[in-house]
C-alpha cells in the first residue's frame, strides 16, 4: 500500500522568505510518479510539476523548485523569495498504478505575510 | 489547452431537492473523468470514477444512488446529488485527462469546482 504524508499542516512566512513544503511517499513500488498541485483561495487546482522516480535532480521553474530524494522518499518543494500570490494550499499527489486514479496527500496550507 | 470546464460554480439548494453539476472537457476528449469532494480546510477525497458508456464506479463508503453519475458522451460528466441534506454540502471538483494521454503518468486537470449549500 502507498502512503503519501504531508506533515507541515500550515505555514506562515514573511513576504520574500524561503519556504520548503515537504512531503514524503511511501511505497513498494519501485517505479512512480509524484505530482504537485496548487489550490489558491479561489478553489481551483494548478498542476505544478510532475517528477520520475528515476530523476532526482533537482528541478528549477522561476521561482519554484522540487528536490526528489528516493532514498527517503521525500519529494519536497521550496518557493524562494515568496510571493503573497503564493498563499494557498499545496498537494503532493501520487497516482496509482493499474488505474488512473490520484490520491492527494492532506495539503499544506501556506500563508505569505505581506 | 487540456480545460475542464464545470458548472455551476455555486449552488445554494433546499433540503430535500437534487442538484445536478456539470463537468466539461472543452478541448479534449476523455473517456475517464473523476469527482472529488473537498471539506472545509481538509484534503480532495476522491468520490467515484466516471466511465463514457459504462457504469461509474464508486469509492468505499459513498453512496451510488446518492451521488447519480452519468458520462453522457466523451467531453460530458453529470453528477447529481439526489435528496441533498445539509451534511451533502461541500465543494466537489471533477477532473479529467486526455484520452491522447490517458496514463497514470500524466497530470489531471480540474475543474473550478462547485460549492454546493444544502439549507
Known amino acids: 500500500a502507498q502512503k503519501v504524508t504531508q506533515a507541515q499542516t500550515e505555514i506562515s512566512v514573511v513576504e520574500k522568505e524561503d519556504v520548503t513544503l515537504d512531503c514524503v511517499y511511501e511505497t513498494r513500488d519501485t517505479t512512480y510518479y509524484l505530482f504537485w498541485y496548487k489550490q489558491p483561495p479561489s478553489g481551483e487546482l494548478v498542476f505544478l510539476i510532475r517528477?520520475?522516480?528515476?530523476?532526482?535532480q533537482n528541478e528549477i521553474s522561476g521561482r519554484y523548485s522540487w528536490n526528489f530524494q528516493k532514498s527517503t522518499s521525500s519529494f519536497n518543494f521550496t518557493i524562494t523569495a515568496s510571493q503573497v500570490v503564493d498563499s494557498a494550499v499545496y498537494f503532493c499527489a501520487p497516482p496509482n498504478f493499474g488505474n488512473e486514479k490520484l490520491t492527494f496527500g492532506t495539503g499544506t496550507r501556506l500563508t505569505i505575510i505581506p | 489547452g487540456a480545460v475542464v470546464s464545470q458548472h455551476p460554480s455555486r449552488v445554494i439548494c433546499k433540503s430535500g431537492t437534487s442538484v445536478k453539476i456539470e463537468c466539461r472537457s472543452l478541448d479534449f476528449q476523455a473517456t475517464t473523468m473523476f469527482w472529488y469532494r473537498q471539506f472545509p480546510k481538509q484534503s480532495l477525497m476522491l468520490m467515484a470514477t466516471s466511465n463514457e458508456g459504462s457504469k461509474a464506479t464508486y469509492e468505499q463508503g459513498v453512496e451510488k444512488d446518492k451521488f447519480l453519475i452519468n458520462h453522457a458522451s466523451l467531453t460530458l460528466s453529470t453528477l447529481t446529488v439526489t435528496s441533498a441534506h445539509p451534511e451533502d454540502s461541500s465543494f466537489y471538483i471533477c477532473s479529467a485527462r486526455s484520452d491522447r494521454l490517458s496514463s497514470y503518468n500524466s497530470p489531471l486537470h480540474f475543474g473550478n469546482g462547485t460549492r454546493l449549500t444544502v439549507t
Open positions: 517528477r520520475n522516480s528515476f530523476d532526482e
